[in-house]
């Protein structure tokens, strides 16, 4: 279940520091606003995916496809970089974005390249393992 739901987080906060650096560069409100609206969608897609994940890990069929540790720690990470994020984007006007909502949204992609490499390197173990 958690495949299904992991995914929109990584696209919702990839596309917040996307509005940001377009907020940053136009001082057009209509990207402070999507900034938010893309955060919330992640968050809450994001806590859809902790609790399939928490669904998966007990079902017996969906074992041997649970990420490792380090994969869901970082996934949870990204989560709480994202809810940082949201808080600092809850202020006004020019200042909830930038410099240090722009800056969260950047560690936050970096943070989810690092949760991706984890991930990856757990599947490729898992594919490549002799049942």
Same mark, same amino acid.
């Given at each position: ?71 869901? $720690?970082?996934?949870?990470? !990204?989560?709480? #970089? =994202?809810?940082?994020? /949201?808080?600092?984007? *809850?202020?006004?006007?020019? &200042? %909830?974005?930038?410099?240090?909502? $722009?800056?969260?949204?950047? !560690?936050?992609? #970096? =943070?989810?390249?690092? /949760?991706?490499?984890? *991930?990856?390197?757990?599947? &490729? %173990? ?6």
């Amino acid at each position: 279940f958690s495949a299904l739901f992991v995914p929109f987080p990584f696209v919702c906060f990839t596309l917040t520091l996307l509005t940001d650096i377009l907020y940053w560069r136009t001082s057009h409100l209509m990207w402070s606003n999507f900034s938010d609206w893309l955060l919330f969608f992640g968050l809450v897609m994001g806590a859809l995916a902790l609790i399939a994940g928490l669904i998966d890990l007990v079902r017996p069929a969906t074992r041997a496809l649970r990420p490792s540790l380090a994969s869901a $720690l970082a996934f949870f990470v !990204v989560l709480l #970089l =994202a809810l940082l994020n /949201s808080f600092i984007h *809850a202020g006004d006007g020019w &200042t %909830a974005i930038v410099p240090y909502g $722009l800056l969260t949204s950047a !560690v936050t992609m #970096l =943070a989810m390249i690092a /949760s991706v490499y984890l *991930a990856a390197g757990t599947r &490729t %173990a898992n594919a490549w393992r002799i049942p």
